[in-house]
């Protein structure tokens, strides 16, 4: 729809046709007639996971968990830009956190990439309808930013036709609620580091899988560690090549931080409401900058997400410039919170839970899906060209 607004000399055109706006006023009356007055209690919860498996479930049944995928899938072919409207319409409605996000953002668009057509339907639709609940295995005690240093081990097992998975997994998220886990291990040991890995998808109940699940800051069980002795897992669970899993592992990164994870709706919204708390709490013109500077920057990710979109749209990977939005995305999240905070205050610690819940949670974001360090890194070499050292 638009042309990249760094085109010098050609004009930009930011409008959506007829069609799109009528899917925009379609998604906004369902979703302002079925977002649950109440909100739910934090997925991140044991109860407040199922709580929100039911609200999916309702997305599915109306073919809203998954706009951009096939019909066959529980989607409705809807184009990229139909899909970022709707999470417009989302975060607009303050519609609940998608519990199912670690599948349907970070694993499916490898499944549909590099999985085989037995995979795609295999797992795709169970995803989609919340029936089955993915979570990522990456990280271990001793490999967070550098994730080729992994140490879990996929040993072949000839016999019964698959790998023998053993190791420890880390920091994963609603690991403890979840019913399945895609995870990098392994495979050849004697390979250099980025070539010797496999990247499998693995039920949690798969005998020789323990989870133990654990507290984080706010409270919440929102992690586990994941323990593998030796657990089967056939050969139709590896995703990608054997040993190329590191190839599989940075198409999942690229979603992760460059688009379907975080959508600029998400901060549209976010900004949105810190005008409304700045206007209801006194409209400090002291903090009048923060707040417009926040909606400025919301609206700049935006034109850069439909830069994005515009180039995926013709066929592009998301590449090493999803490194440039993840950091954009998590620090303007920090600064919304605390200009929020600014605003409320003492009251902040008191009286408005949301807002502190959600900053803490902000505060985490210059951290997963791969630290700012390491994407200021990436960006150095890998999007300016610059030397190593
Ligand atoms: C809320 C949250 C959810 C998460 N969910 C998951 C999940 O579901 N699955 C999963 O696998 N992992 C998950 N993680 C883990 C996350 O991916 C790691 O925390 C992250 O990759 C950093 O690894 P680390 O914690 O081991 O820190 P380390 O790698 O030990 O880094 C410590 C510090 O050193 C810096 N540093 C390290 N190397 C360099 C370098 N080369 N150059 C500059 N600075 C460097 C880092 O930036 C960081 O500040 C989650 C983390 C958080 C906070």
């Not at 319409?89 to 998608?98: C, F, L, T, V």
């Not at 930013?145 to 994963?172: H, V």
């Not at 549209?268 to 926040?294: I, K, Q, S």
């Not at 902000?362 to 791969?370: D, E, M, R, T, V």
Request: hydrophobic residues 40%; contains cysteine.
């Amino acid at each position: 729809m638009v042309e990249s607004p760094f085109t010098i000399g050609r004009p930009v055109d930011l409008t959506f046709t007829d069609a799109e706006e009528a899917f925009r006023a379609e998604c906004r009356t369902w979703l302002e007639a079925n977002v649950p007055t109440d909100p739910l209690p934090s997925g991140d919860t044991r109860d407040g996971f199922t709580a929100h498996l039911g609200w999916e479930r309702t997305l599915f049944d109306n073919r809203y968990a998954v706009v951009s995928w096939p019909v066959e899938y529980g989607g409705r072919d809807a184009s990229l830009w139909e899909w970022l409207i709707f999470e417009e319409e989302y975060y607009r409605a303050g519609a609940p956190q998608r519990v199912t996000q670690n599948g349907i953002f970070l694993l499916a668009p490898s499944l549909f990439e590099f999985g085989t057509r037995e995979q795609q339907d295999r797992y795709l639709r169970p995803m989609a309808a919340g029936e089955e609940t993915w979570c990522q295995g990456w990280s271990e005690p001793d490999a967070g930013s550098d994730l080729a240093a992994i140490q879990s081990r996929a040993t072949r097992d000839d016999a019964a036709g698959g790998w023998r998975l053993s190791g420890q997994k880390t920091w994963t998220t609603r690991g403890a609620f979840c019913t399945h886990l895609f995870g990098l291990f392994r495979s050849d040991p004697g390979a250099e580091r980025h070539r010797g890995l496999t990247y499998f998808l693995v039920p949690l109940d798969t005998a020789g899988v323990t989870v133990r699940g654990f507290g984080r800051l706010d409270g919440d069980e929102g992690f586990a560690e994941v323990f593998l002795d030796d657990a089967f897992v056939a050969d139709d669970q590896v995703l990608g090549d054997v040993h190329h899993g590191w190839t599989v592992a940075m198409a999942t990164a690229g979603s992760e931080r460059g688009l379907t994870l975080r959508s600029p709706g998400r901060y549209r919204a976010a900004a949105h409401r810190l005008v409304g708390l700045w206007r209801e709490r006194g409209a400090d013109p002291r903090l009048a900058d923060d707040v417009t500077r926040a909606v400025i920057d919301a609206e700049a990710y935006q034109l850069q997400t439909l830069a994005t979109v515009t180039r995926l749209a013709r066929g592009d990977k998301p590449g090493p410039e999803a490194s440039l939005t993840k950091v954009f995305w998590s620090e303007l999240d920090v600064r919304i919170h605390e200009v929020a905070r600014r605003i409320l205050g003492p009251d902040a610690e008191r009286a408005d839970e949301s807002w502190m819940k959600s900053y803490q949670f902000a505060l985490s974001g210059p951290i997963y899906a791969g630290t700012n360090e390491i994407q200021r890194n990436v960006i150095a070499e890998r999007v300016l060209g610059l030397p190593r050292r």
